[in-house]
């Protein structure tokens, strides 16, 4: 950990959601790399957020151009037991898979948009997070036993490290 640019924090926050190109696996070889002093975090492709996560700085900019992504870390930080507590009516059955994914994220307020968002991206096939031309999520139903899409306390974790960050939902050329 850079103590540095580290909040105190007992336990650090781990991604909450799975993402295709997350750095999750890669922050062994990355840590040695890191700045040992810095001012302020950039994140222009923030996903997962895996690097934001490990070093837990002070300050921090995290962009990225998927809004349900954003809205998601947004509630999670804002909005924490609302999510939590709307995270708690989802089933793991492909049956209300189908029709939350059916669901216009336009037409839920923030909250259940968010909680609509980690229930997909923790049930669906491989954790990917794909949409069409409609812009509509697409990927099948997973079949896991027991997806972890309510997890209460890396998402409390989470929700403090997302306290230091601006949150932009923005193309990477706003960095």
Sequence with gaps: MLSDNANNVQEKAKPPVKWAGGKSQLIEQFRPLFPRHFKKYLEPFVGGGAVFFELQPRKAVLIDSNPELMNFYTVVRDQLEALL????????????????????????????????FLYLNKTAYNGLWRVNRKGQHNVPYGRYKNPQ???????KRVSKALRSAELLCADFTEV
């Design 149 to 155: 899409y309510r997890d209460e306390e890396n998402l």
């Design 85 to 116: 507590a709307d995270l708690a009516r989802h089933e793991n059955t492909a049956e209300y898979y189908y029709h939350i994914r059916s669901l216009d994220p336009d037409h839920m307020d923030p909250v259940g948009r968010a909680s609509r």
